[in-house]
Nanobody
Framework: QVQLVESGGGLVQTGGSLRLSCAAS????????MGWFRQAPGKEREFVAV????????NYARSVKGRFTISRDNAKNTVFLQMNSLKPEDTADYYC?????????????????WGQGTQVTVSS
């Protein structure tokens, strides 16, 4: 049974930092690209970042580029999202997903598995 479990969310002030983790089990982790999406209240889920199987390449949404960093540890089956200089508009539930298609990884439909999400709230 495949499981993706996010952690690390919480309440932080504007300008603060959080590090999200997503621990995977039940799948060949290094065979999947891993992505982060987020969904704010009343809005659609949107792409945040993706990382290739090896971790060599990454891609980010324009809104987070330069502030967020995605990384992975294949030995620990875990993907991370380091979030710096947080803004109130970053407030959302954050989800990790596993996909075999890096080049279409901005689209939810390419993801085979999803976690349950972790909540991030940035206060102004």
């Amino acid at each position: 049974q495949v499981q993706l479990v996010e952690s690390g969310g919480g309440l932080v002030q504007t300008g603060g930092s959080l590090r999200l983790s997503c621990a995977a089990s039940g799948l060949p982790f290094s065979s999947y690209c891993m992505g982060w999406f987020r969904q704010a209240p009343g809005k659609e889920r949107e792409f945040v970042a993706v990382i290739t199987r090896s971790g060599a390449y990454t891609n980010y949404a324009r809104s987070v580029k330069g502030r967020f960093t995605i990384s992975r540890d294949n030995a620990k089956n875990t993907v991370f999202l380091q979030m710096n200089s947080l803004k109130p508009e970053d407030t959302a539930d954050y989800y990790c997903g596993a996909s075999r298609d890096y080049y279409s990884a901005e689209h939810q439909r390419t993801y085979n598995y999803w976690g349950q999400g972790t909540q991030v709230t940035v206060s102004s």
